[in-house]
C-alpha cells in the first residue's frame, strides 16, 4: 500500500507521524526547502533552537489540548507570552500614545525555541528516507493504464526535473485554496469543488510580521509590556517577541498596510516601522541589532492571488463535503482551513490531520 503525504507543513507531519507510529510506510512531498510551511522560525544563531523568531506563527492558547500534549510528548518547553506592564494605543503621530493598564495577549503561550521547534522535533521522529524536500506536485491524476497496480498518478518536480510515481492514497496536507490553485487534479475534483476550495481563505497568506531583535527588552525597564495597537502604522499591533529569559529583546509587529498596499515599491516596510518603534518606545527602538520583514504573499507555497483580498475578521471555517470520499477515499485532504473547531490555526492542523489519520488507518486495516 502505498501512500502520498504532498505538503510537510504541520498537518502533513502529523499524518506522517501517525502512519509511522502505526507500522505503515508513506513518502512525504514538501515543495520548499525546508519543513514548517507557515511555520518558519529562522534562528539568528546557528545553534537553531535557541535564538529562533517566529515569523509565521507564534501562539498557541490554554484551551488547545492537541498541541499541549504534543508539546509534552516531544519534551519541549513552553512559556506564556509577556504582558506584564502598560500597553500603548498610538491614534495621532504627533501625539505622545497612551498608556493603558491592560493586556492584549495574556495567557497566551509560546514556544521555547519558536514553534519551529516542534516541526524540528517532530521530524527528528520521522524516518529521513520517506522525507523529501524541494519535491513540488503539479497534477494528480488517476492512472489510465488499467494494468496499473496503483491508482492515482503523481506528476512532481524535483531540483528542476520532472518525475512521476503511482500512489494508493494521496493526501493533499495544504491549504485548499493553494492546492486548487496550484495543483491540476483534471477529472478527481470538478468546477465546483475547486470552485468551493478557492473560496476558503487561507489563514494569514496575505499579512506580513515585521521583527526587530535588540540587545536587551529596553521597554521593560520603563514599565511597557511591549504591546501596542496603532491606527497609525504601518504596525498595526505590536508584541513583545523576546526571549524566554529576557536575554535578548525583540518586538514584533502585524503589518497593517493590505497585501496590495505593500505591493508600492517606494514603501521601506524596515524603515517605516522602525520610525513607528521608535515613536512608540523612544530612540533605541531604532537601532536594532536585526530588522526584518516576512510577508507572505510572496511566498509561492502559501499565497495565492486570491489572497490579496484582505480578510476582516478570523474566516468561520468548516470541511465542505465535497472534499470527502473523493476518488472512493484514496484522495484525502488535510490542513488548518479543513477544521471546523480551529479552523487556520495550528491547533486546526492537528485536528484535521488526526481526522484524516484516522481515515485512512481505518481503510488500511
Ligand atoms: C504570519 C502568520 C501568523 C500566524 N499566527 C498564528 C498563531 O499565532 N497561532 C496559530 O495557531 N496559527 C497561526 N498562524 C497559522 C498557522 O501557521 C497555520 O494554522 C499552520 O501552520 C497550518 O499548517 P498546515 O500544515 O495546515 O499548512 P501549511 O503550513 O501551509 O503547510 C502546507 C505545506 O505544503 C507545502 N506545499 C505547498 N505546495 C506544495 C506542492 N505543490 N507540493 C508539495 N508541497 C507543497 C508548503 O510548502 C507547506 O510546507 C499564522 C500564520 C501566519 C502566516
Not at 517532530?122 to 522525507?131: C, I, N
Not at 521597554?219 to 504601518?234: K, V
Not at 515613536?279 to 530588522?291: D, I, M, N, S, T
Request: charged share 20%.
Amino acid at each position: 500500500m502505498q501512500i502520498l503525504i504532498v505538503g510537510g507543513g504541520l498537518s502533513g507531519l502529523r499524518i506522517a507521524t501517525h502512519l509511522h507510529a502505526a507500522g505503515h510506510a508513506f513518502d512525504l512531498f514538501e515543495a520548499r526547502t525546508r519543513f514548517g510551511g507557515r511555520v518558519f522560525s529562522p534562528s539568528r544563531n546557528d545553534d537553531g533552537r535557541n535564538c529562533a523568531y517566529d515569523l509565521g506563527p507564534a501562539w498557541f492558547w490554554p484551551n488547545q489540548p492537541l498541541i499541549q500534549s504534543l508539546i509534552g510528548t516531544l519534551g519541549l518547553r513552553a512559556f506564556t507570552q509577556f504582558t506584564q506592564g502598560d500597553l500603548l494605543h498610538e491614534t495621532n503621530a504627533n501625539q505622545p500614545p497612551e498608556r493603558h493598564k491592560m493586556a492584549m495577549s495574556g495567557g497566551y503561550k509560546r514556544l521555547h525555541g519558536g514553534v519551529n521547534a516542534l516541526i524540528q522535533a517532530m521530524v527528528e521522529t520521522l524516518p529521513s528516507s520517506a522525507l523529501f524536500l524541494d519535491h513540488t506536485v503539479n497534477s494528480i491524476e488517476e492512472s489510465d493504464d488499467e494494468q496499473a497496480e496503483f491508482k492515482l498518478s503523481v506528476a512532481y518536480e524535483n531540483a528542476g526535473k520532472a518525475k512521476s510515481s503511482h500512489y494508493d492514497h494521496v493526501v493533499i496536507a495544504l491549504p485548499p485554496r493553494l492546492a486548487a490553485e496550484s495543483i491540476r487534479f483534471d477529472s478527481l475534483l470538478g468546477d465546483e469543488t475547486l470552485g468551493t476550495m478557492r473560496a476558503i481563505p487561507t489563514w494569514m497568506a496575505g499579512h506580513a510580521k515585521l521583527l526587530a531583535v535588540y540587545e536587551r527588552p529596553f521597554w521593560r525597564e520603563d514599565s511597557l509590556s511591549g504591546e501596542a495597537f496603532s491606527q497609525i502604522g504601518p504596525l498595526a499591533q505590536i508584541h513583545d517577541a523576546s526571549q524566554e529569559d529576557g536575554s535578548q529583546g525583540a518586538l514584533f509587529g502585524f503589518v497593517g498596510l493590505t497585501a496590495e498596499q505593500r505591493q508600492d515599491e517606494s514603501l521601506t516596510l524596515e524603515d517605516a516601522g522602525l520610525e513607528q518603534l521608535t515613536r512608540l518606545f523612544g530612540p533605541l527602538a531604532g537601532k536594532p541589532e536585526y530588522v526584518v520583514v516576512q510577508d507572505w504573499i510572496n511566498e509561492h507555497y502559501t499565497s495565492t492571488a486570491l489572497d490579496f483580498e484582505p480578510l476582516h475578521a478570523h474566516p468561520s471555517y468548516t470541511r465542505p463535503a465535497a472534499l470527502t470520499n473523493v476518488a472512493n477515499g484514496r484522495l484525502l485532504f488535510s490542513s488548518a482551513e479543513l477544521d471546523t473547531v480551529n479552523g487556520g490555526l495550528l491547533e486546526g492542523a492537528l485536528r484535521s490531520a488526526d481526522d484524516v489519520a484516522r481515515q485512512i488507518l481505518k481503510a488500511l486495516n
